[in-house]
């Protein structure tokens, strides 16, 4: 711990004191800058942030995994095999044999339905991803149940389309922990939630080795990794807020990458001595959340109003240059049923018609809050002065990224600048967080992104709740399709943009892999030539 902590303050130095002689990370240490101020735990049963999800997917495994490179493919992990049952409702998985946790425990199919079970029973944000299967608290240990000390059963409510199923198993939610480390730091019978959100109990290619908010994660290489060793021995995740720091430090060799780089940061790198650029497709949707609990808010025309407030190619072509393209379906390119036609664009005069017709002429006003980073900053200032043409004075309430996730996720918000990344590579994923809300009370237990901006839909959560049944694939894309031009036309929502990840890195870093989706991002077989 004491050369990790030297490392720590070295790394931390570098990015505070910029001395005139030329800094260089250790050879065997792997340093990136981005702003991480969004985590909140590092429980793979609760994390549901876009940085702790790549930090789960590089320390923990799951049953099921798919290629980067063709999502359709999917593989097992922790899972051997499996068999679907005639009925359709209940999987058998057969576990891989010989791996081990990082602690030098043996990973088994107890292991795998305790962490399952847990996920469920702690019912945290990401929970809804298995609980949509008929689990609860009170039948989980009957539904999931261990067969065999490599063996167990999965039961459903429903004959499920058996690709969703298994995509769902490959988010964060269904990562395996460590059953025998973790009820050993179980407190109150909490099931190590206390410990768990600062601690590790994984068996991915990195451990966990500390976390300190704001300012740094040190993930070092787990020597009882079952697949290939990675060739790094650490990964040091800097916190750097500024965009422009993560430049001078790049380019300064005191990172190896960067990861929250501005247009003209990505602009000048490109032709920097040394760097290299690199780029991928991302699932991340950035959107509005128009909270319906405001009674202008709520109104159809407002919300169809606010939709032609916005300059999306503007916003597309200067502050988020390079990092998004104008999409305006829940649903990103590439998913079955995706949409991608962009019927919306900047024209207040109509948006004033649609204001008028809400019997607000004058328009109104309004708070947004937005995370304290220069992108959604950049956006906030500009969707603030499109806003005004139509007469909507629109207030910004910056915060990190805790505090406004937090707000939101409470329903405290009026409009919220979201970045929501697929969980899984199935449709659902999306179509259940903006085109589902079973239950719109206070205290339910899902909290879709419907649920976060109060929109009641019961018939389309029939249609969303529908689709996952469907075994055909071109009618259960036709569905989707219906479904997202109908939150296009009216939900609370101004979807705007897909986002391409950027990440500039020094030349000699290679095996860096920009994913599909944000806990794909991989650095397990990086190395430094």
Same mark, same amino acid.
């Given at each position: 711990?004491k050369?990790l902590?030297?490392l720590?303050?070295a790394? $931390?130095?570098f990015a505070l004191t910029?001395a005139?002689?030329k800094?260089?990370?250790p050879?065997d240490?792997?340093?990136?800058?981005w702003q991480?101020d969004d985590?909140?735990?590092?429980d793979?049963a609760?994390?549901?942030?876009?940085?702790?999800?790549e930090?789960m997917g590089?320390?923990y495994e799951?049953l099921?995994?798919?290629?980067l490179k063709?999502?359709?493919k999917?593989f097992g992990?922790?899972?051997?095999?499996?068999?679907?049952?005639?009925?359709?409702?209940? &999987?058998?998985?057969?576990?891989r044999?010989?791996s081990?946790?990082?602690?030098?425990n043996d990973?088994t199919?107890e292991d795998?339905v305790?962490? %399952?079970?847990r996920?469920?029973?702690l019912?945290k944000?990401?929970?809804? &991803?298995?609980?949509?299967?008929?689990?609860?608290?009170?039948?989980?240990e009957?539904?999931?149940?261990q067969?065999?000390?490599y063996?167990?059963?999965?039961e459903?409510?429903q004959?499920y389309?058996?690709t969703?199923v298994? @995509?769902?198993?490959t988010?964060?939610?269904?990562s +395996? +922990?460590?059953?025998k480390?973790v009820?050993e730091?179980e407190a109150?019978?909490d099931l190590? @939630?206390e410990?768990?959100?600062?601690?590790?109990?994984g068996s991915g290619?990195?451990?966990l080795?500390?976390?300190?908010?704001n300012e740094?994660v040190v993930?070092e290489r787990?020597?009882n990794?079952?697949?290939?060793?990675?060739?790094?021995?650490r990964v040091?995740?800097?916190?750097?807020?500024?965009s422009s720091?993560q430049?001078?430090?790049l380019?300064?060799g005191?990172?190896d990458?960067?990861?929250?780089l501005?247009?003209?940061e &990505?602009a $000048?790198?490109?032709e920097?001595?040394g760097i290299?650029?690199?780029?991928g /497709?991302k699932g991340?949707?950035? @959107?509005?959340?128009?909270n319906?609990?405001n009674?202008?808010?709520?109104?159809?025309?407002?919300?169809q109003?606010?939709k032609?407030?916005v300059d999306?190619q503007? #916003?597309?072509d200067?502050i988020?240059?390079?990092?998004?393209?104008v999409h305006? $379906? !829940?649903?990103?390119?590439?998913f079955?049923?995706?949409v991608?036609?962009?019927? !919306?664009?900047?024209?207040p005069?109509k948006?004033?018609?649609l204001?008028?017709k $809400? *019997?607000?002429?004058d328009g109104?006003?309004?708070t947004?809050?937005?995370?304290n980073?220069?992108?959604i900053t950049g956006?906030g200032?500009?969707?603030q002065?499109? !806003?005004?043409?139509a007469?909507?004075?629109?207030? %910004? &309430?910056?915060?990190d990224?805790?505090?406004?996730?937090t707000k939101?996720r409470a329903?405290e918000?009026d409009?919220?600048?979201g970045?929501?990344?697929?969980d899984?590579?199935d449709?659902?994923?999306n179509?259940?967080?903006?085109a589902a809300?079973p239950?719109?009370s /206070?205290?339910?237990?899902?909290?879709?992104l419907a649920?976060?901006?109060?929109w009641?839909?019961?018939?389309?959560t029939?249609?969303?709740r529908a689709?996952?049944?469907e075994q055909?694939?071109e009618?259960r894309?036709?569905m989707?399709?219906?479904?997202?031009?109908?939150?296009m036309?009216? *939900?609370p929502?101004v979807i705007?943009?897909?986002? #391409?990840?950027?990440?500039?890195?020094? /030349?000699n870093?290679?095996?860096? #892999?920009i994913?599909?989706? !944000?806990d794909?991002?991989?650095f397990?077989?990086?190395?430094k030539?």
């Amino acid at each position: 711990m004491k050369r990790l902590a030297t490392l720590i303050a070295a790394s $931390a130095m570098f990015a505070l004191t910029f001395a005139p002689a030329k800094a260089e990370t250790p050879p065997d240490t792997l340093v990136m800058a981005w702003q991480f101020d969004d985590i909140i735990t590092l429980d793979p049963a609760e994390v549901f942030e876009f940085s702790a999800a790549e930090m789960m997917g590089n320390t923990y495994e799951r049953l099921i995994g798919y290629d980067l490179k063709d999502v359709s493919k999917l593989f097992g992990v922790v899972a051997e095999s499996w068999e679907v049952s005639q009925d359709g409702k209940t &999987i058998t998985f057969k576990i891989r044999q010989g791996s081990k946790f990082a602690s030098g425990n043996d990973l088994t199919a107890e292991d795998v339905v305790f962490s %399952l079970q847990r996920a469920v029973k702690l019912d945290k944000s990401p929970a809804f &991803i298995l609980t949509q299967f008929g689990f609860t608290a009170d039948n989980v240990e009957q539904k999931i149940v261990q067969t065999g000390d490599y063996e167990f059963t999965f039961e459903m409510d429903q004959a499920y389309a058996p690709t969703f199923v298994l @995509y769902c198993l490959t988010s964060t939610v269904a990562s +395996v +922990v460590d059953k025998k480390l973790v009820l050993e730091n179980e407190a109150n019978g909490d099931l190590g @939630y206390e410990w768990l959100k600062r601690n590790y109990a994984g068996s991915g290619p990195f451990a966990l080795r500390q976390w300190r908010p704001n300012e740094a994660v040190v993930l070092e290489r787990n020597e009882n990794y079952a697949g290939e060793k990675a060739p790094l021995a650490r990964v040091i995740y800097q916190h750097v807020p500024e965009s422009s720091t993560q430049r001078l430090m790049l380019e300064r060799g005191d990172i190896d990458i960067a990861r929250n780089l501005g247009p003209e940061e &990505i602009a $000048a790198l490109k032709e920097a001595q040394g760097i290299k650029i690199e780029t991928g /497709d991302k699932g991340g949707i950035y @959107y509005l959340g128009l909270n319906q609990k405001n009674e202008t808010l709520a109104k159809p025309e407002v919300r169809q109003a606010l939709k032609y407030l916005v300059d999306y190619q503007a #916003i597309a072509d200067t502050i988020m240059a390079g990092q998004v393209q104008v999409h305006q $379906a !829940f649903l990103p390119k590439g998913f079955l049923g995706a949409v991608n036609d962009t019927p !919306f664009q900047l024209d207040p005069e109509k948006a004033k018609e649609l204001l008028a017709k $809400a *019997g607000l002429p004058d328009g109104f006003s309004v708070t947004m809050d937005t995370r304290n980073t220069p992108d959604i900053t950049g956006m906030g200032e500009a969707i603030q002065q499109t !806003f005004a043409q139509a007469g909507v004075k629109l207030e %910004l &309430i910056p915060g990190d990224g805790a505090q406004t996730l937090t707000k939101y996720r409470a329903r405290e918000h009026d409009i919220y600048i979201g970045r929501w990344g697929p969980d899984y590579q199935d449709p659902n994923t999306n179509a259940d967080a903006f085109a589902a809300n079973p239950d719109n009370s /206070d205290g339910a237990s899902a909290k879709p992104l419907a649920w976060r901006n109060a929109w009641d839909i019961p018939e389309l959560t029939k249609k969303t709740r529908a689709a996952v049944l469907e075994q055909d694939p071109e009618k259960r894309a036709a569905m989707y399709e219906e479904m997202q031009r109908e939150v296009m036309e009216t *939900g609370p929502y101004v979807i705007m943009f897909q986002e #391409i990840e950027v990440a500039a890195m020094r /030349d000699n870093v290679s095996g860096f #892999i920009i994913g599909p989706s !944000f806990d794909a991002n991989q650095f397990g077989l990086a190395r430094k030539d």
